[in-house]
């Protein structure tokens, strides 16, 4: 699915990434985990597009077989293209719009097209009426599953923190991506919406869409991951199956052994 | 109580500082050359009014509790509700009841309202910060103007390429500045406005330079023209009717009225249009945008193109109700007028950009014509001397209104945003 190979990040004189490849198997939950400032979140920022990387590749492979080079592309194709999709550590919702309009705006670019690029939708007519009556039901499916449906209509931003969370999960699921990519997902949530967020995860998974994930709490990752890989300043310390790396030694080292206060995630 | 008195005997004070000189004192020509002569009396009751105002101020203050923050009450929402189809109705009839200095004013407002409403696209729709929107005003005022003098094209020709032509400069604007937000991206769409006014100034053999373009010919009503001769082909002659002024005076408000509603249909359409949200959303958050796939570049264009368009729309018909253009009909304060109209209606806001406009344009007219009146009637030098100075304190009532709406209402006059779909409405429409 997602193969990474040799990828390299340089801020000036730092190296942010160094020499990092893994995989991420199609159907698969693999939980990118580190300590803070170890480069996961770069590594996320390269395979969405939002920097360019130093040095390496990024390949994705869709079930089709197409394959895009995701270092290569605009940021902006790889969601509509290659269909990769993402959240952000802080949430980033149109706050001031909307829960229903956060969904459809996911779906802009099969909705403008139907559209005529706005041309018909101005004049109210054409196909445009249909493919809105769609965008609405997927809205709803998904608004249905995060059970956020009675709030709708109601601005993003006045949400709880933990509907927030789900709504930008189900925002990024709106673009009907092959690979999801979470950034913090689990992040200031209570158990029971961690519990929650797990479930909703791995249904998401089960619908076929493969996962790639960074977390920060353990039982996030132990439960619900297929494979691991671990970074520590920047290198990949460890790559296996959650029991694997729970017994690694380097990966407690990283964690447990060396001091890293002085440092703070990107 | 005690500090109060010396708080607003502080204010006093400052108050004097800025107008002893600024009323107070006042320039004449005299025998030799300019003199000057003193106005004590004006600036002392400036200072007491201010003086009287902040105590006035602090004592109430002491005595109301901080105003509770909640939602629009039901009668207000009611209200608002009803305003925009009364202002409509009262735009429509308003030529019947209303002198021909009540149509120009009400002319001049809704040029203001459809440049607004033009600007509301790009700054309140897509967020992109525009203080060089008049470049867009002018661009339409001189297609037109050039195009009629050079090649007797009509206007209702002319007005589809102005506006074609204000876009393309749009999207000129547009590609330069795409990477910049905020703050610089202010800095250049303002240098972008005065590249296009020191243009038309100094590119003397195509704009005529500082002197402007004259014999702009007026828009026809299907053919017929509002001349004063009344013969074959005009619209008095047409209709038998004597050749009066106020009719083409009519007719050009009718065209401003019609032009600033279709704008205001069409914004209100691309609003709920997959466009229209994208922008909306690009505004919240450019990054969240880029990461939904969504062309943040093109996205950004259609609001600087369509945005400019309606620009120049309104510069067409500018160019076509004077008869007469010049660059300085096209200077930055004009940007900040329409762009404080914008702030102050409330960002994204069509009716608050209206009520803004007539407030601004309007409301700023009539204190003018109201002070001037009391003047007359009660001979007073303070109220004449501030009539005949009240264009220059434009700016101060300006600020003063923009400050005190924004004290009060930090999201200007109307804040209220509509979604643009509901979920209960599924199914009907």
Known sequence: MLSVTGLTMRFGGLKAVDDLSFEARAGEITAVIGPNGAGKTTVFNCITGFYRPSEGGIVLTDAEGARFALDRMPGHRIASRAKVARTFQNIRLFAGMTVLENLLVAQHNVLIRASGFTLLAVLGVGRYRAAEAHGLEKARHWLDRIGLIDRADDPAGALPYGAQRRLEIARAMCIDPVLLCLDEPAAGLNPRETDALNALLLAIRADGCTLLLIEHDMGVVMRISDHIVVLDHGKKIADGTPAEVRADPAVIAAYLGEGDEDEEAA | ?429
């Open chain 2, 1 to 429: 109580m005690k500090s109060a008195v010396r708080d607003a005997g502080l204010s006093a004070l400052v108050a004097l500082g800025l107008f002893a000189p600024l009323i107070g004192l006042v320039t004449e020509n005299g025998d030799h050359g300019l003199e000057l002569r003193g106005r004590p009396l004006a600036a002392a009751a400036v200072v007491v009014l201010v003086f009287l105002g902040r105590l006035l101020m602090l004592t109430r203050a002491a005595h109301i509790a901080p105003p509770v923050v909640s939602g629009p009450s039901p009668a207000m929402v009611r209200a608002g509700r009803a305003l925009a189809p009364a202002l409509l109705v009262f735009a429509l009839v308003l030529p019947f009841g209303g002198s021909r200095y009540y149509v120009d004013l009400a002319t001049l407002v809704l040029t203001y309202i459809m440049l607004g409403w033009g600007l509301n696209v790009v700054v309140g729709l897509a967020g992109l910060l525009d203080l060089g929107y008049v470049a867009f005003y002018a661009v339409g005022a001189y297609s037109y103007a050039l195009l009629a003098v050079n090649f007797g094209l009509g206007f209702w020709s002319c007005l589809p390429l102005a506006g074609i032509l204000a876009a393309f400069w749009g999207v000129l604007l547009g590609f330069p500045v795409l990477r910049l937000r905020g703050d610089y991206l202010a800095i250049v769409t303002l240098a972008f406005g005065e590249i296009i006014r020191i243009v038309l100034n100094n590119w003397v053999s195509l704009t005529n330079g500082p002197n402007g373009i004259t014999g702009i010919p007026r828009p026809t009503l299907f053919g017929l023209r509002f001349s004063m001769d009344g013969g074959e082909g005009t619209f008095a002659g047409f209709f038998n009717m004597e050749p009066e002024t106020i009719q083409r005076v009519i007719f050009l408000y009718y065209v401003i009225l019609g032009l600033a509603l279709l704008t205001n249909w069409f914004t209100l359409r691309l609003r709920r249009t997959p466009l229209g949200r994208a922008w909306e959303a690009l505004r919240e958050d450019e990054t969240a945008c880029r990461s939904l796939g969504i062309n943040v570049t093109n996205t950004k264009l259609t609001a600087f193109a369509i945005g400019a368009m309606f620009g120049g729309f309104a510069g067409a018909f500018f160019a076509t109700r004077q008869a007469f253009i010049s660059p300085e009909s096209f200077t930055f304060i004009e940007s900040a007028t329409v762009l404080a109209i914008v702030v102050l209606g409330g960002l994204g806001s069509q009716l608050g950009v209206a009520l803004a406009a007539i407030v601004m344009v309007g409301g700023l007219e009539l204190l003018r014509a109201f002070l001037s009146f009391l003047a007359d009637q009660m001979g007073s030098p303070i109220f004449a001397g501030i009539a005949n100075e009240l264009p220059l304190y434009r700016m101060l009532i300006f600020g003063l209104a923009l400050v005190v709406v924004m004290v009060l209402r930090p999201r200007g006059m109307v804040s209220t945003r509509t979604p643009t779909v509901l979920l209960v409405a599924r199914g009907q429409g």
